[in-house]
Nanobody, 122 residues
């Protein structure tokens, strides 16, 4: 079955950088039926989209993080990555990756989620 596992979270100082990774198993990242994305959920807030690689290959970022975050993928490693720089205390959140897959050719295209990784910026 499809599993997404995030790693790379932890504590960082404001102004620093972190790289989050999302390793996919049970499916192939290059065969997504939709988008590959990073979300975050800040304390007391709803989960929100941070960045995505869309089905057509275009990349989207949610302002105002466009200049600080970079989403990328390594199809050979089946990994989705989020590089975060110039970290702010407001970046403190649980970060989730999500990739759209079909379980089979007859299945709907739905997002599969990782379990989340905590990022704490102080």
């Amino acid at each position: 079955h499809v599993q997404l596992v995030e790693s790379g979270g932890g504590s960082a100082q404001a102004g620093g950088s972190l790289k989050l990774s999302c390793t996919v198993s049970g499916h192939t990242l290059s065969k997504t039926c939709g988008k590959k994305a990073w979300y975050r959920q800040q304390p007391g807030k709803d989960r929100e989209l941070v960045a995505s690689i869309n089905y057509d290959g275009s990349v989207s970022y949610v302002p105002p993080d466009k200049s600080r975050f970079t989403i990328s993928q390594d199809t050979a490693e089946n990994t989705l990555t989020l590089h975060m720089s110039s970290l702010k205390t407001d970046d403190t959140a649980v970060y989730y990756c999500a990739v759209d897959f079909r379980a089979s050719v007859f299945s709907p295209c739905i997002p599969y989620w990782g379990q989340g990784t905590q990022v704490t910026v102080s």
